[in-house]
């Protein structure tokens, strides 16, 4: 693989760890291949950016936080995307000019990443961990509109913040598009996805510009922690992720169906496992702080999740059943696609959680050639492609 184009990448993330584990590979074959690597996000990730070869630059986030739950709440988020570009963007502006790197790639929601690439003419790459709406009218757009009209329609109080960081934007930069999709879906020259091209409803529409990598958190590198030590008979593993972990209600129902069952359940919830003295928990129950996700996912009959874009893409490339608890309407569009493909099932509420993933083990049986889309990660194609167009 030859990289030698290009001399100078910049990486714009959102600081979350969703959004930055799929890109890490695609950086680190890029500093392997001898390109320098500038990587922008909050100092939570500066340890990822030093394991992939590149230089870490914090943001200057002033008296603005990055809530990753805000996803759920899409006016919310826009309003915080738009302001911390408006917060930002002169100071990448001039980093850029000094930098001037052969590329820029952002991710799907960092505005500001497009917005500097479009002001300062650089090619520009997107990386989108999401189910991306190519339309307005798309099948997509309808899925998205159905889940979360009610919410968005809830916050119309962050509408006229929203109108005013926009009307900013738009005095910057005349020419930009700033409407809902174009600031949470930002397209580049090139639009990266790191997950299967069958999963995207919209699929057909996407041309050549659209770039289906596959699930690359699959063949990201982990630390292996204590979940190397962990066996146990019909092995259950539960996580709801990065940002939804503090979810007790629902960790407290687990307990009490699996607790004294014939299944070892491994939660992992840093929440929870600040709290462990006082579970009382039985003995084929274990709560962790950190898990090798891959690791437990090679050793588990069942995989009980959020329903986080990576997540699941592990899961099928384990040939794991997910029982999918989504806690936002995003998760909710990522467990319609899993369940379309029989990789997995939404959980229903008001039934025993231990019962429905029981009929998910017995009726798994997954087709090889899906699955097999969930073990293939198009690294080489995709920095070939990029030699070409720079």
Not at 164 to 185: S, V
Not at 291 to 307: E, H, P, R, W
Not at 340 to 352: E, M, N, P
């Amino acid at each position: 693989m030859n990289a030698k184009k290009i001399k100078t990448v910049v990486f714009y993330s959102t600081p979350a760890y969703g959004h930055i584990n799929p890109v890490l590979p695609v950086l680190a074959e890029l500093s392997r291949s001898g390109s320098r690597i500038i990587f922008y996000s909050t100092t939570e990730f500066e340890i990822h950016a030093q394991s992939c070869g590149a230089e870490f630059r914090s943001y200057d986030l002033g008296e603005i936080t990055f809530d990753t739950s805000v996803g759920s709440r899409l006016p919310e988020l826009s309003e915080l995307i738009l302001k911390f570009t408006c917060r930002v963007i002169d100071g990448l502006i001039e980093e850029v000019n000094m930098l001037k790197p052969d590329l820029i790639i952002f991710d799907t929601l960092a505005f500001w990443g497009r917005a500097a690439a479009e002001k300062c003419g650089i090619i520009s790459m997107s990386v989108n961990t999401l189910i991306t709406v190519p339309g307005m009218f798309s099948k997509t757009s309808m899925m998205y509109t159905r889940r979360f009209s009610i919410s968005s329609i809830a916050q119309m109080n962050y509408l006229f913040s929203l109108d005013k960081y926009r009307r900013q934007l738009k005095k910057k930069f005349p020419g930009m598009d700033c409407g809902t999709i174009d600031i949470l879906m930002n397209k580049a020259v090139l639009n990266v996805y790191t997950y299967p091209r069958i999963l995207h409803p919209d699929e057909k529409k996407l041309g050549k510009e659209h770039f289906f990598l596959g699930p690359s958190s699959v063949i990201r590198s982990e630390s292996a922690a204590d979940s190397e030590r962990i066996t146990g008979d019909n092995l259950v593993y539960a996580s709801l992720g990065t940002v939804f972990f503090r979810n007790e209600k629902f960790w407290h129902r687990l307990v009490d169906e699996f607790g004294s069952s014939k299944y070892t359940l491994v939660i992992s919830s840093s929440f929870l496992f600040g709290r462990i003295d006082q579970l009382n928990l039985p003995d084929n129950i274990m709560v962790r702080n950190y898990v090798d996700q891959k690791y437990m996912l090679k050793n588990s009959i069942l995989f009980i999740t959020a329903g986080g874009m990576n997540s699941l893409c592990e899961a099928a490339a384990f040939k794991v059943p997910c029982l999918i608890v989504p806690q936002q309407g995003e998760q909710g569009i990522n467990a319609a696609v899993f369940e379309k493909y029989g990789l997995g099932r939404k959980l229903d509420s008001g039934k025993s959680i231990m019962q429905q993933g029981e009929k998910l083990i017995c009726e798994y049986s997954p087709d090889e050639k899906t699955t097999e889309q969930f073990r293939r990660v198009r690294l080489t194609e995709l920095l070939d492609l990029l030699n070409r167009l720079i």
